[in-house]
């Protein structure tokens, strides 16, 4: 399966724009050779020798690369903080139900137990919102990996690895450990909020194919 269509399955339906504009790129590639002044359409068609290179279009085309992971790495820091404001929240609510249940009286037990679920509930939602997150990160992340490596190997070329090793490896939304560290915390509540029970809380946060959420 190609990338660009693995993406479309993968991709978070309502974020769609937000992904890396994978096919944009690979065409612009394309337009950067120039084989007998005829523009090629398919890697095929590079051959060793016969192939100039328009400057002017790689150029612009590491100009768009480099617009592109801007945008995508400003987007993945705003659901980022989104998601550490949720979870101090949710931790709010944890401490006021577990602070209430040292007074708590038996005819107050059912609004207990109702909140205590609507609260499991809810820390599940975020958790798979976590992993939506998560796995936004990792297909912009092979997007530009592999849109990198294929601008290398038809232009012959090392400045996508450059690229790669500049910008996107080194960056932010690369770098940062706030998701799987979220992940982490969100695993020990619901376990603890499931009495200790750590088979019964992953089956409850076990997340589905993400893909079915396109559907």
């Not at 993945?76 to 929240?89: A, G, H, P, V």
Request: contains cysteine; glycine residues 2%; charged residues 30%.
């Amino acid at each position: 399966m190609k990338f660009s269509e693995h993406l479309s399955l993968q991709l978070t339906p309502e974020w769609r724009s937000k992904y890396i504009r994978y096919q944009f790129l690979k065409e612009m590639i394309y337009r950067i050779i120039i084989k007998n002044n005829t523009l090629i359409s398919s890697i095929d068609d590079v051959q060793p020798d016969g192939v100039n290179i328009d400057i002017e279009l790689e150029e612009e085309f590491f100009k768009e690369i480099c617009t592109q992971f801007e945008e995508v790495q400003l987007f993945y820091k705003s659901q980022e903080f989104k998601l550490n404001s949720r979870l101090t929240e949710l931790n709010h609510q944890l401490a006021v139900l577990e602070k209430s249940t040292k007074t708590e009286s038996n005819s107050r037990y059912r609004s207990f137990s109702r909140q205590k679920n609507d609260l499991k509930f809810a820390y599940k939602e975020f958790y798979l919102n976590l992993v939506i997150l998560q796995n936004f990160r990792v297909l912009n992340q092979t997007g530009f990996r592999k849109i990198a490596k294929k601008h290398d190997k038809v232009i012959k070329s090392g400045r996508g690895q450059e690229f790669m090793t500049n910008s996107v490896n080194s960056s932010y939304m690369i770098s940062s450990r706030e998701i799987p560290e979220m992940i982490d915390k969100t695993e020990e509540v619901v376990i603890r909020l499931e009495e200790g029970n750590r088979k019964k809380a992953m089956n409850a946060l076990r997340v589905p194919p993400l893909r079915d959420f396109g559907k």
